[in-house]
């Protein structure tokens, strides 16, 4: 894992909103540009049980990362799931989703939204991002990868 610059749960949050905004809630929710409390009220709304989940860990730090192929084999999914685990049982547009992220070689776009130490070894929960986090485990995989952005939110406590 490479460190970037610092970063804020506010950042982290707008970006998550925007992100849900231009694809799960494309057509059913309408978010000005340059409007960051609308983004992160749609994070806080619509992605209310994974963010409870993180904000639980008492958050002290969020720094902007870019994370290495090396990075892969320590990623798991917010609900204990390895991503090799969630892309076996993908299914339906999911699925499609996932094979157009890896067939294309898309830019990863928005960063992941994760949780751990950059300094200690140990899991890095991926909270959004699931998706771009399997296409890039995959790619990591089959030699085609490059780095994955990402928010690291810092845990006080695991």
């Given at each position: 894992?490479?460190?970037?610059?610092?970063?804020?749960?506010?950042?982290?949050?707008?970006?998550?909103?925007?992100?849900?905004?231009?694809?799960?809630?494309?057509?059913?929710?309408?978010?000005?540009?340059?409007?960051?409390?609308?983004?992160?009220?749609?994070?806080?709304?619509?992605?209310?049980?994974?963010?409870s989940r993180l904000l639980g860990h008492v958050p002290v730090d969020v720094q902007y990362v870019e994370?290495?192929?090396?990075?892969?084999?320590?990623?798991?999914?917010?609900?204990?799931?390895?991503?090799?685990?969630?892309?076996?049982?993908?299914?339906?547009?999911?699925a499609a989703h996932f094979r157009w992220l890896v067939d294309t070689g898309a830019p990863w776009g928005d960063p992941l939204i994760v949780m751990g130490r950059m300094a200690e070894p140990g899991p890095i929960v991926v909270y959004d991002g699931w998706h771009r986090c399997g296409a890039w485990?995959?790619?990591?995989?089959?030699?085609?990868?490059s780095a994955m952005p990402a928010y690291l939110v810092v845990p006080s406590m695991c």
């Open positions: 894992m490479r460190y970037v610059r610092q970063s804020s749960l506010v950042e982290a949050l707008m970006f998550w909103g925007r992100h849900e905004a231009a694809g799960r809630l494309r057509g059913r929710v309408k978010l000005q540009a340059g409007d960051a409390l609308a983004a992160i009220e749609l994070a806080l709304r619509y992605r209310a049980p994974l963010v994370l290495e192929p090396g990075d892969a084999s320590a990623l798991v999914l917010a609900d204990g799931r390895r991503p090799t685990d969630w892309i076996a049982q993908a299914a339906g547009e999911s485990v995959e790619c990591c995989r089959t030699g085609r990868s």
